[in-house]
Each structure stands twice: as structure tokens, then as C-alpha cells.
């Protein structure tokens, strides 16, 4: 079967995790600002506009392709069946483009996603056209997003973003990581607390549905006040539809880790993350969607709508930090394990005790559970 399906398009590395079953668009190649001492995932690659007619030539490929599975269904005795076709492909896809492609199909096919780290970037005239040739390649297609940064977004027009909204832009998800100058300075984010009011204004203004991704504990030990409460405060200037929180990760590779080894930077532990979300979400008083949609954030529970669940929110962190030391423990450990997704998950005896034998193996020397073993574990999800 695989010997005909050998069309593919390019695709960038990454798209958010509420885009895993969209169609992918390579727009541009990676990052124009490519500094932030945090982010690991575009050094070294060069950015690089991509000219309409190339992107164009994709989006007719991901249509052969899509024609190609639909002929699958027919064919291979699915009675017609896209979705059933498609989990075929899905299962022993030929490359990534058919495996892009075959999900997208199998979730609906309804939603793409621009690539890679600023659409924005790229002329709003060429842009358009873009989205328009997607939508007329596919008509099924009803929601379309992409990642910008805050400094783009700043610079183009409302009436721009309307235009863009008009064609068929309906999200964008822009990394705020901190509302908080000094903070965004030691990452060398390229934008100021200024930039992300404007940029995310701008946005909110167009009618594009507007994410704004924060990271928990990127002012470290020594500003994680100033990063919650400024956070919070340019969170509430901007009133984006969704709030989407991530927890800071540190791993070889980033320059950031350089800050780690040499006292630069010092890593605020779970529990103090967790104190720090805290006062984030009370001086929140914005009217958005408090979205957890990372396996890295300890709390993943903590989600709800502005202002109306702030107090279910914040119960949620009250709930964790009345537990007493041992069971704080356990939880961090069968978090970072991958065993619980939530805390009432620690009142099922098989995984409870499943943690507490990991316990007592990782922390042979008597030291428990260390930030050092939690932080290890935690480079693994990145
Ligand atoms: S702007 Fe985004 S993609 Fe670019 S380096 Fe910063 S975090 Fe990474």
C-alpha cells in the first residue's frame, strides 16, 4: 500500500499541545528572534521566510494527499469510510506529512495550524492570500491558528489583524512567559511587559481569539513575586481569551541551564511554584479561560474560567499544600512519574503504593524526595 503514498510536504518541529490533530503549514522556517535563554527548541537553525508559491505547493500536496486517503477508503474495503482510512495511514504512515495529514483526518479535519515560531512575521498581504488558498483547498477547514510574538504583533495594525481574521485567522498563541521587565530581560525575550499589552491589545481588538502562554517559575527564587503579580497585572491589561500556564524546565542545552551551574539563575522547587501560581491566580482579574495543558505543571487540576472559578482554583492549591510533607512527596514523585493526574488519584492504593516503593528506591540515602530527582524527572517531558 505504502509504494504509491509517496507524496510529502515540509513541517516545522513543534505546534501547542491543543493543536495535536491540525493540519500542519510551514509558513516560515523557525525562529526570527531565536535568543531566549529558556527555549532550546530552534538554536542553531537560521529563520527564513517562505515565499507564497512554496507554501501554496504544500498546501496542494496536503490535498493530493488527503485525496489519496480518501481513495484508500473506497479501495481498501472501508466502504468509504475517511476516518477508518485514515487510522490505517495513521498506523504505518509512509512519512510524516501522510501521518500529519491522516491524524488530522481521523480528529475531523477541521483545524490547521500555521508554522513555525512567528506567523505574524510575514507580510499581512501574502498572509492572507495563504490562508485564503487554505481555505479554498479545503473548505472542511472551519478554525485556523498559529504561534506570534508579542513584539509582531505590537508593530502590525488592528485593521492588519482584522484583515487576517477576515481570511480565516481565528487563534493566536503568543508566549507572554512573564509580565515582568527584569525577568524578561535575564531571558533575553526580546519584548517588554509595554510590547505584550500593546501586541496583545492589538490582538483582543482584531476579534482573533487570543493565548497567552505563562511560565511558572521563570523569575526563580529571586523574583517570583514581581513575576506573579506583573503577570497577573499585564494578564489583566490584556484580557486574552485563554491563559495557558506551563512550569519552567532546565535542562542541558539551554542557555539558560549556564545561568543554573554559574548562581545566576535558582530554581524555585515545586512547592514554591505552587505558592507562586497561588498569587498569580488572586491578583488574576481578567475575564479568561486558566488553561493547564502541559503534563510538566505539578497542578494540572488548577483550570477554570475567570473570575467566576478563581476560588475552585485556588481551593485546588489549598487542597495540596494542607497535605502533610509525605504525602506532598508522594504526589510531587507520582506526578513526575507520570502515575497521577490529579490528587484524588492518590486515594487509589495500587498507584499510591506504586509511589511510595519508588520512594523508597530513589531515596535510598534517607533523602526522600529531592528538588534535584524532581527536576531530573522533569527534563524528561521536555
Ligand atoms: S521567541 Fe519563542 S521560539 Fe523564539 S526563541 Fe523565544 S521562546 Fe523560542
Known amino acids: 500500500m505504502t509504494g504509491t503514498l509517496t507524496e510529502s510536504f515540509e513541517l516545522g518541529p513543534i505546534r501547542p499541545p491543543s493543536e495535536a490533530y491540525s493540519l500542519l503549514i510551514r509558513v516560515t522556517r523557525n525562529c526570527p528572534w531565536n535568543r531566549c535563554r529558556f527555549c ?26 488527503k485525496d489519496k486517503i480518501s481513495g484508500l477508503a473506497w479501495k481498501s474495503g472501508y466502504g468509504g469510510s475517511l476516518r477508518e482510512a485514515a487510522a490505517m495511514v495513521c498506523n504505518h504512515p509512509p512519512n510524516d506529512a501522510y501521518r500529519n495529514v491522516a491524524l488530522w483526518l481521523y480528529a475531523g479535519g477541521e483545524n490547521a495550524f500555521l508554522q513555525d515560531a512567528n506567523t505574524l512575521i510575514m507580510r499581512t498581504g501574502e498572509l492572507v492570500e495563504v490562508i485564503k488558498y487554505l481555505k479554498e483547498t479545503f473548505p472542511g477547514i472551519s478554525r485556523i491558528t498559529s504561534y506570534a510574538r508579542s513584539k509582531t504583533a505590537a508593530k502590525k495594525s488592528v485593521d492588519e489583524l482584522v484583515a487576517l481574521r477576515e481570511a480565516g485567522l481565528s487563534r493566536l498563541h503568543i508566549g507572554l512567559e512573564s509580565g ?11 519584548v517588554t511587559a509595554a510590547d505584550h499589552i500593546t501586541g496583545g491589545r492589538n490582538v483582543v481588538a482584531s476579534g482573533i481569539s487570543l493565548s497567552e502562554y505563562v511560565i511558572l517559575g521563570m523569575g526563580g527564587r ?22 495557558r500556564v506551563r512550569t519552567m524546565t532546565i535542562r542541558t542545552g539551554m542557555p539558560l541551564y549556564d545561568d543554573v551551574i554559574n548562581g545566576n539563575f535558582t530554581r524555585s522547587t515545586d512547592e514554591e511554584i505552587v505558592e ?21 505543571n505539578l497542578l494540572q487540576e488548577v483550570e477554570g474560567k475567570l473570575p467566576e472559578d478563581k476560588e475552585k482554583m485556588l481551593a485546588v492549591i489549598s487542597r495540596f499544600q494542607a497535605l502533610p510533607p509525605e504525602e506532598r512527596d508522594n504526589f510531587k514523585l507520582g506526578r513526575r512519574l507520570g502515575i497521577y493526574n490529579r490528587i484524588d488519584d492518590m486515594n487509589d492504593a495500587l498507584r499510591y503504593d506504586e509511589v511510595k516503593r519508588a520512594i523508597d528506591r530513589l ?20
Open 180 to 190: 515582568y521587565d527584569p525577568v524578561l530581560q535575564l531571558m533575553d525575550k526580546g
Open 40 to 65: 532550546p527548541i530552534y538554536k542553531g537553525q537560521k529563520f527564513q521566510l517562505r515565499s507564497v508559491e512554496e507554501i501554496k505547493q504544500d498546501i496542494r500536496t496536503a490535498r493530493a494527499i
Open 276 to 296: 507562586e501560581e497561588k498569587l498569580l491566580i488572586e491578583n488574576l482579574e481578567c475575564h479568561s479561560s486558566f488553561v493547564s495543558d502541559h503534563i510538566i
Open 363 to 382: 531515596g535510598q540515602d534517607g533523602g526522600g524526595v529531592s528538588d534535584e530527582l524532581i527536576f531530573s524527572l522533569m527534563g524528561r517531558y521536555i
Open 222 to 243: 529571586k523574583m517570583w513575586r514581581e513575576h506573579a503579580t506583573e503577570t497577573a497585572r499585564v494578564l489583566n491589561e490584556i484580557n486574552p481569551d485563554f491563559i
